[in-house]
């Protein structure tokens, strides 16, 4: 069934902001009720206030709609809708865009006739260095009035059939709360954390205004070709950040921000005789309910299990995202550590399962799912698409919802048919990136002596853990003979990794056919594919190994735990714990020199505090047995409330 949607009756091209208007008058109380949807995306103003946003972020298959409702008095009201098109070139990289559009579905006959106006005298430009998000832009001339309805030149709007179906939304509407915990100094705010926030501005006078923000404040301005700087304890000068800039000509200027933007600072500076009037902060981000708590012996844990939640929190929208200020992309190897942060942390899987649906929609002819998604720009990680197997098995185990594990299955068999189709000697080989973890020796985070040959061990352990738990997935939930098969293809691989790769004199699992390499990230699968009291032996000894970064460090704790090696968990909590002295709010992309000071990826801390601290797991699928096995290691006591526990 094709829906009617509109949008404007004039020839244009992106990058362009249009609002839709639609006057109406309540002559009663009564409720306002409508479904819509919008291309790119849209917020909804009632008499020039914020009333929503929407839809819930999808892709071009699987597009949303939301619904609204509100309660009116009697009167006149102007209900306007920003809808943003910046097309291919522009728009955020998460962003996916079908056509231009707006869609209204009305239940309650109140409103009118629609028109639309475009956001005239604004320029785009590409962000710095917050890659990937929304652009930049310089606004001369613009309709301070146009969010409210009034003001240049209204015309009628065109109707076009759109043929994609609307789907329901998966998740509740996104967070929208004041924040109010910041403080002022000259024309900077300074925010007592790391917040996503809406800003709303209201300036006077005629001059010119420029925004800017940013994660941190550094000690040297400029940032190197990794976007790295000099951060120090982030209580420098400067913010190395392009900025956005308003030209006002008097009188009283509103502008509302047309995307929220992630930060801990933010600067205003004017010129002429424009003064800021009024600034107003809205915090957003999933509306995640807090349903534990922790506390234990050791103070400086306790402060990182709430910093790591901040980090879950800020990269927790309507997708999990790598990091909120940089690109906010879906990345199965953050999204997997997130969702089993939120297991612990929450009773709300929905963004969880949302996210393993829409990362199973990425899925190509070959097999193979993209690493990242929703993405305008498609990408290849081999280990990602493995990893979202495990992470269909966490959600199985976590989750007492067989439906969902039933209808991803399908995705997860055709990967495992992917990866037998690229076995050579009942080892994989993979053309294209192999990245697995950012290691400084390693060139694009693939392990050093095997860029060219598109395998390593690190990449065949991935794939023995996952085709072992696909195997339990079909008991669960599948066929035998589709368990069987992926345990034999298991078992066949990891028969190969130890001929190639096991080096007997060192006790240890070299990365390359020449064992020239070796690693803690290689260690740490194989301890957690069976626990082996030798290996377990020589990696609690053993220097020179390649270090997890704090990414891969959710491996290596996991190994930690399951092979009860409680002095190497705590020493590399340690690691976490030194951040603090950074200055940091949120948990950094990597332990030295990040450019990311909020990234998904190391908020995995919590889910170690209870799965491995307090050793509560699940052993049976949908929950149904829990084991609790705790390691507090130098802990005098520790001791939590998780809603894993009934």
């Known amino acids: 069934?094709?829906?009617?949607?509109?949008?404007?009756?004039l020839p244009w091209a992106p990058p362009r902001i249009v609002v839709y208007r639609n006057r109406f008058k309540a002559e009663r109380e009564q409720e306002l009720v409508f479904d819509f949807s919008a291309d790119e995306c849209c917020r909804l103003f009632l008499n020039g206030e914020r009333v929503a946003d929407g839809p819930e972020r999808g892709d071009a298959r699987h597009w949303y709609f939301s619904r609204f409702r509100l309660a009116l008095a009697p009167g006149d009201y102007c209900l306007t809708a920003r809808v943003l098109c910046f097309g291919s070139e522009l728009t955020a990289h998460a962003q996916m865009s079908v056509r231009h559009g707006l869609f209204v579905k009305e239940y309650s006959s109140l409103l009118g006739s629609w028109e639309y106006q475009f956001e005239e005298g604004l320029a785009f430009r590409k962000p710095y260095p917050d890659w990937g998000v929304y652009p930049r832009f310089d606004a001369d001339g613009c309709n301070p009035e146009i969010l409210s309805g009034r003001g240049g030149v209204w015309r009628g709007v065109a109707f076009f059939e759109d043929s994609r179906e609307?789907?329901?939304?998966?998740?509740?509407p996104m967070r929208?709360?004041?924040?109010?915990?910041?403080?002022?100094?000259?024309?900077?705010?300074?925010?007592?954390?790391?917040?996503?926030?809406?800003?709303?501005?209201?300036?006077?006078?005629?001059?010119?205004?420029?925004?800017?923000?940013?994660?941190?404040?550094?000690?040297?301005?400029?940032?190197?070709?990794?976007?790295?700087?000099?951060?120090?304890?982030?209580?420098?000068?400067?913010?190395?950040s392009t900025c956005n800039t308003l030209k006002l000509s008097g009188g009283r200027f509103r502008w509302v921000d047309y995307h929220w933007h992630a930060l801990r600072c933010l600067e205003i500076e004017c010129s002429g005789s424009v003064v800021p009037e009024e600034v107003h902060f809205h915090r957003t981000g999933y509306p995640f309910r807090r349903e534990w708590s922790a506390h234990s012996s050791l103070p400086a844990l306790n402060r990182l299990l709430e910093t790591a939640y901040r980090t879950l929190e800020a990269c927790s929208h309507e997708t999990f995202m790598d990091c909120p200020y940089y690109e906010q992309l879906m990345y199965i190897g953050d999204a997997r550590l997130e969702a089993l942060s939120v297991y612990v942390t929450s009773t709300d899987a929905r963004l969880a399962g949302k996210a393993l649906r829409m990362l199973a929609r990425s899925q190509q002819a070959d097999g193979l799912i993209f690493s990242r998604y929703p993405a305008r720009v498609d990408q290849v990680i081999p280990s990602f698409a493995m990893i979202w197997i495990s992470m269909l098995h966490d959600y199985a185990l976590w989750q007492d919802d067989p439906g969902t594990v039933y209808e991803l299955l399908p995705c997860a068999r055709r990967i495992a048919d992917y990866l037998e189709l690229h076995l050579k000697d009942n080892l994989l080989y993979f053309p294209g990136w192999n990245f697995i973890d950012w290691v400084d020796s390693w060139p694009h985070g693939e392990p050093a002596g095997c860029e060219n040959d598109g395998t390593n061990s690190i990449l065949n352990l991935f794939a023995v853990i996952a085709l072992r738990q696909l195997a339990g997935l079909e008991k669960y939930a599948g066929t035998e003979e589709h368990g069987r098969r992926s345990a034999m293809l298991a078992d066949r691989i990891l028969e190969s990794v130890r001929r190639h790769y096991w080096d007997e004199a060192r006790g240890l699992y070299a990365n390359d056919f020449a064992r020239k390499y070796y690693s803690e990230h290689a260690q740490s699968l194989a301890l957690i594919i069976?626990?082996?009291?030798r290996l377990a032996e020589t990696f609690s000894h053993v220097s020179g190994l390649a270090e997890c970064s704090i990414y891969f460090s959710f491996y290596y704790l996991d190994a930690c735990y399951r092979n009860q090696l409680a002095g190497l968990f705590f020493k590399r909590l340690e690691r976490y714990f030194d951040l603090e002295k950074e200055g940091l709010r949120t948990l950094p992309e990597e332990f030295r020199n990040p450019r990311s000071d909020c990234h998904a990826w190391s908020s995995h801390v919590l889910y170690h505090y209870f799965a491995s601290i307090l050793g509560i797991r699940p052993t049976a699928f949908g929950r149904r047995k829990i084991e609790i096995r705790p390691m507090k290691g130098p802990l005098s006591f520790a001791e939590g409330k998780s809603p894993v526990l009934p």
Request: hydrophobic content about 30%.
């Open 1 to 9: 069934m094709k829906n009617l949607w509109m949008s404007p009756d």
């Open 166 to 172: 609307l789907h329901e939304p998966e998740l509740p």
């Open 176 to 240: 929208y709360e004041p924040e109010l915990a910041y403080h002022r100094i000259g024309n900077r705010f300074y925010f007592d954390d790391y917040v996503c926030v809406w800003t709303d501005y209201v300036f006077s006078g005629e001059g010119c205004v420029k925004i800017r923000w940013g994660e941190n404040l550094y000690d040297t301005p400029g940032l190197n070709r990794r976007l790295q700087g000099d951060k120090g304890k982030r209580d420098g000068g400067f913010l190395n």
């Open 530 to 533: 069976e626990p082996d009291s």
